[in-house]
């Protein structure tokens, strides 16, 4: 199985977002990483539920909505008919996190939780069937453009061996922040099997070239 890539467009140029989506698809995206953020959870303020169903007339991609908002249960149901495929809430926004999980399920798309860089991986230990995605967070979430930290690698390893313990192998994991070339193969080898990636993708001269470094740097060393 290799690296799957999704490009987060709060890199990108807000001004042609559909233009920018579509750049990340021809040049073999996975996915569309989509920040949305309300300057309460997180220290800024992004997009809403009509521009996901903007995005979703421009691209086939699975679009990987992650939710760094307060009290997130009242927007799932926007977020879901805007067109997300994957609906991530945040461990520390969420006072009943298995109902908010089971309800992104009930509206027929996948369940994923982000962790802060310093909130821990057995805050998850009773929720692990109920994920098909976790998104650790190696950098502060909030703006782009941080620098990687390299303290959630065990982290990672220990997530990776708590879901196939559980028996829940299908589930992904994520890492977003700081994601070069370099550091896609370390969480690569530490068992993540997608990438956010911002600034390494949209502020690259060559986008097709980015996305296929990205890859080719962690190919070999996705876990199976």
């Known amino acids: 199985m290799s690296l799957l890539v999704a490009p987060s467009i709060l890199s990108a140029d807000f001004s042609r977002l ?3 989506v579509r750049r ?11 920040d949305v953020m309300d300057g309460h959870f997180v220290p800024n303020l992004t997009i809403g539920a009509p521009v996901v169903k903007s995005l979703r007339g421009c691209t086939h991609l699975p679009l990987d909505v992650h939710l760094m908002i307060t009290d997130p249960d009242r927007y799932l149901s926007d977020f879901a008919n805007a067109g997300a495929d994957y609906i991530t809430v945040h461990q520390e926004a969420c006072t009943h996190l298995q109902r908010t999980l089971a309800h992104i399920r009930s509206l027929g798309k996948k369940a994923g939780v982000a962790l802060n ?14 994920l098909d995605l976790v998104l650790v967070m190696s950098v502060n979430p ?6 990687f930290i390299a303290e959630i690698l065990p982290k990672i390893e220990r997530l990776r061996r ?4 559980a028996g829940n192998q299908a589930a992904k994991i994520s890492v977003d922040g700081g994601i070069t070339a370099a550091t896609a193969k370390l969480v690569a080898q530490s068992g ?13 001269p060559d986008i097709n070239k980015a996305v296929s470094e990205l890859k080719a740097q962690a190919a070999e060393t996705v876990r199976k």
Not at 162 to 165: F, I, T, V, Y
Request: glycine fraction near 12%; charged fraction near 20%.
């Open 18 to 20: 559909g233009e920018e």
């Open 24 to 34: 990340a698809e021809n040049a073999q995206a996975d996915w569309i990483h989509v």
């Open 117 to 130: 860089p310093a909130t821990s991986e057995e805050t998850l230990r009773y929720v692990l069937q109920d």
């Open 142 to 147: 909030g703006f782009g453009g941080q620098k």
């Open 162 to 165: 708590m879901l196939d313990e």
């Open 192 to 204: 993540a099997s997608v990438v956010v990636a911002g600034n390494s993708v949209y502020g690259a």
